[in-house]
């Protein structure tokens, strides 16, 4: 089963950017896409941002179009997301995950890929704190 890594998290002030990571290792060939999601303290897991593996297709929440990129490099099965004009309302446990499917109808990309239950396997999560 793929297993992955993220890093890059840490503490930013409003107005700054941060870029997270995640190492995928093992069985990486059957990566369809990654996503990132993020938990905020007592908040449910939300949809960040997706990409597909072949094709880059990128997909983002609307909290963060505009302000976020997502980017993959297949030589090093590493996925980033670049996060510029943080706001403290970012503030959260930042997980990727990959699915090895893609969605039954391409008409419902976005939800499919929006979706956590898609997912499977999860990292470990990095912190992200944006102070005011």
Known sequence: QVQLVESGGGLVQAGGSLRLSCV????????????????APGKEREFVSAITWSSGESYYADSVK??????????K???????????????????????????PTYS????YYARAT????????????VSS
Not at 24 to 39: D, N, Y
Not at 108 to 111: A, N, T
Not at 118 to 129: F, I, K, M, R, S
């Open 24 to 39: 995928a290792s093992r069985g990486t060939f059957s990566i369809h896409a990654m996503g990132w999601f993020r938990q």
């Open 66 to 75: 505009g302000r976020f990129t997502i980017s993959r490099d297949n030589a």
């Open 77 to 103: 099965d590493t996925v980033y997301l670049q996060m510029n004009s943080l706001e403290p309302e970012d503030t959260a446990v930042y997980y990727c995950a990959t699915t090895p499917r893609g969605p």
């Open 108 to 111: 419902i990309r976005r939800y």
């Open 118 to 129: 898609t997912y499977n396997p999860w990292g470990q999560g990095t912190q992200v704190t």
